[in-house]
């Protein structure tokens, strides 16, 4: 039978995944663990449906996941007992759009390189060698990377124009947010909106639920904030990302997978 009391939201990137390697070996007790009670873990993550969708069949996952960075909702058909108004069927799951297709941010994206004079590279700029060679990819990685459908990760060459840059995406009624290796260009849509939406359904779903949301960059900030134990792994080096500050902040020691593992084996000791 399913644990009807806990669900796990999980950046990817840097949390479950090394961020040099993308291995996830150190989490795997972890995983197993909330495999065996049943325990939905939802993948909230900047990646492409396309990339999640090779990662959920690596773990053996079957729950929900939310790509670009909150845009895309995705719920396996018939995962909830009970229809979403909000939702339209598309290959097999029920689809929540809340970002801003690709074309318009491409689109947009150009014009503020443009007019604002500022070096930066996009992934629609980027070939599938180049894209590999930043992101520490092999080929075959790279290129569900770059199906996009609602976020356009960019490189920005001088710093300085970081300000300049949002504000044109906030005046264009867009934002910009910061992950690991890349800033994104998305609609006015993030990770929190998305994963307050899937509590309503699971809560719905199964009652009073305890929610655990674990990240390690600025980009999960909306999600920790809307979850009952928000926790931060550190990054490389064993430092948590300044950006995120607030109180009941979880700051796990351990980084990437391995802080994972012990932020997950810790909570599922407490249960009763």
């Not at 795997?28 to 049943?38: D, I, N, Q, S, V």
């Not at 318009?104 to 014009?111: K, P």
């Amino acid at each position: 039978m399913n644990s009807p009391g806990l669900v796990v939201f999980s950046d990817l990137d840097g949390t479950l995944l090394d961020h040099a390697t993308y291995g996830f070996d150190a989490a795997r007790p972890a995983l197993e663990a909330l495999a065996a009670l049943r325990v939905p873990l939802v993948f909230c993550s900047s990646k492409t449906r396309a990339e999640i969708e090779a990662l959920r069949g690596a773990f053996g996952n079957h729950d929900p996941f939310v790509s670009e960075n909150g845009s895309g909702i995705f719920i396996p058909r018939g995962y909830f007992p009970f229809r979403i108004p909000e939702a339209r069927d598309l290959a097999g799951y029920s689809v929540v759009e809340l970002g801003t297709r690709y074309e318009i941010l491409r689109a947009a994206f150009q014009r503020m390189r443009t007019e604002g004079n500022i070096p930066m590279r996009g992934f629609g700029d980027m070939n599938t060698d180049e894209i590999a060679r930043l992101c520490g990819y092999s080929k075959e990685q790279a290129e569900p990377a770059r199906r996009r459908e609602y976020d356009e990760p960019f490189i920005l060459n001088d710093p300085a124009g970081e300000d300049t840059v949002r504000r044109m995406a906030a005046e264009a009624g867009l934002r910009i947010d910061r992950g690991g290796r890349f800033f994104h260009l998305t609609g006015p849509s993030d990770k929190g909106r998305a994963v307050r939406m899937l509590i309503e359904w699971f809560v719905r779903d199964r009652g009073p639920t305890t929610t655990v949301g674990i990240g390690d960059s600025l980009n999960d900030l909306p999600m920790l904030r809307v979850v009952d134990v928000p926790v931060l792994v550190a990054r490389p080096g064993g430092v948590h990302d300044p950006a995120v500050q607030f109180d009941g902040l979880v700051l796990e020691k351990g980084v990437g997978p391995e802080g994972w593992r012990a932020a997950v084996l810790e909570i599922l000791s407490r249960r009763p």
